[in-house]
């Protein structure tokens, strides 16, 4: 089985300061983990993606994200938050041993940057 | 451009009434998915389909039908069933094939409102 989690519902930062949004997964093999992007009234928008390699992910909008296998997360990053991030991020793994996994997203976690 | 369209983007349904939501996609993916979102809510998945003419029922799949008679179309249902269709919903496709890590890309959703 393979499951992730997103322990805030809500993550508040000022525009400027950095901001992570924190991710765990569980998977029985080696994990392929998305995050995800979404704003008011649209579609899902891929960010980055891990599935080997360097541990740090770089993605879209300045987005990073830092695979720990250790400790089983996968965190979201930005060095300096803006308030048009403000939006709904969804972390999501898939077990890599099974090509006939579809992904599990965790539940979201709402994004608010302030001026 | 490549992409997955889906419309309408705004639909109001009586109660009672069925609603055709119509998802289509250029990017020759072979797999299709259905996913209800529900305010400040994370994705729930209401049917999927691997192969043209093959479907299967996600986790809420009550009240809800879906067709594939064609690759690039996955349109959905809303049934008088449903007991509660107020909802967001989203369309996604994936690639198959040995290289595919189970990234999924995403419509721009259909908003339904049951008046």
């Known amino acids: 089985a393979q499951s992730v989690a997103q322990p805030e519902d809500q993550v508040n930062v000022a525009e400027g300061n950095p901001l992570t949004v924190k991710c765990t997964y569980s998977?029985?093999?080696?994990?392929?983990l998305f995050w995800y992007v979404q704003y008011p009234n649209r579609g899902l928008q891929f960010l980055l993606k891990?599935?080997?390699?360097?541990?740090l992910v770089k993605g879209s909008y300045g987005f990073e994200a830092e695979f720990n296998k250790s400790q089983t997360s996968f965190h979201l990053k930005k060095p300096s938050a803006l308030v048009s991030d403000s939006a709904l991020y969804f972390c999501?793994?898939?077990?890599?041993?099974?090509?006939?996994?579809?992904?599990?997203f965790g539940g979201g976690t709402r994004l608010m940057v302030k001026p | 451009d490549g992409g997955i369209t889906q419309s309408p983007k705004y639909l109001f349904r009586k109660e009672g009434q069925n609603v055709t939501l119509s998802c289509e996609q250029n990017l020759n993916h072979d797999a299709m998915y259905w996913y209800r979102q529900d305010p400040g809510q994370g994705l729930r998945l209401i049917y999927y389909?691997?192969?043209?003419?093959?479907?299967q029922k996600g986790d809420i799949a009550e009240g809800y039908s879906v067709s594939r008679e064609k690759k690039e179309s996955f349109p959905l249902t809303v049934t008088s069933a449903q007991k509660n269709p107020t909802a967001f919903y989203l369309c996604?496709?994936?690639?198959?094939?040995?290289?595919?890590?189970?990234?999924?890309?995403f419509g721009e959703g259909s908003r339904l409102t049951v008046l």
């Open positions: 999501a793994v898939r077990d890599a041993s099974n090509a006939g996994n579809m992904l599990t």
């Open positions: 389909s691997q192969i043209v003419n093959d479907f």
């Open positions: 996604a496709s994936k690639p198959s094939g040995p290289s595919n890590t189970g990234e999924l890309f």
């Open positions: 998977v029985s093999g080696n994990p392929y």
């Open positions: 891990y599935i080997t390699g360097d541990n």
